[in-house]
């Protein structure tokens, strides 16, 4: 294992992959990848017992680990998939956004139909 780390790929600007050379032929079962908001850990079990750390460390950012996962590829190695949490709140900014804009525009539609209403009632009186 020559241990190297990096992080190789970026799929867009806010989701991170951190790429870590494991043994070749270590399984995913050997392998425990903790995920926290700020810290992350890859422990690697031993035969004979026990377990190596990989990789512990303090994140820069923070990450949001129900939407952070990790995966064994053969020739990578251990790929960690890392959604920060800027991110979420940037999602839900523009789903607030969304929600509001919704709002408005049905605010909006409901002016029109009020509007067409009292037309309809000025022109066939109201019964």
């Given at each position: 294992?020559?241990?190297?780390l990096s992080w190789?790929?970026?799929?867009?600007?806010?989701?991170?992959?951190?790429?870590?050379?494991?043994?070749?032929?270590?399984?995913?079962?050997?392998?425990?990848?903790?995920?926290?908001?700020?810290?992350?850990?890859?422990?690697l079990s031993l035969?004979?017992?026990?377990?190596?750390?990989?990789?512990?460390?303090?994140?820069?950012?923070?990450?949001?680990?129900?939407?952070?996962?990790?995966?064994m590829d053969k020739?990578?190695?251990?790929?960690?998939?890392?959604?920060?949490?800027?991110?979420?709140?940037?999602?839900?900014?523009?789903?607030?956004?969304?929600?509001?804009?919704?709002?408005?525009?049905?605010?909006?539609?409901?002016?029109?139909?009020?509007?067409?209403?009292?037309?309809?009632?000025?022109?066939?009186?109201?019964?």
């Open positions: 294992m020559n241990g190297s190789s790929r970026k799929w867009n600007s806010e989701i991170k992959v951190i790429a870590i050379k494991v043994p070749r032929g270590t399984s995913a079962k050997a392998l425990t990848v903790r995920i926290e908001p700020r810290h992350l850990e890859l422990r035969l004979g017992g026990g377990s190596e750390v990989l990789l512990s460390g303090r994140l820069a950012r923070g990450i949001i680990p129900g939407d952070s996962t990790w995966t020739d990578e190695g251990c790929l960690i998939v890392l959604q920060p949490y800027l991110a979420e709140q940037s999602r839900q900014e523009e789903m607030r956004k969304r929600d509001l804009a919704m709002k408005e525009e049905g605010r909006f539609l409901a002016a029109e139909v009020e509007k067409e209403m009292r037309e309809l009632e000025k022109q066939f009186g109201h019964p």
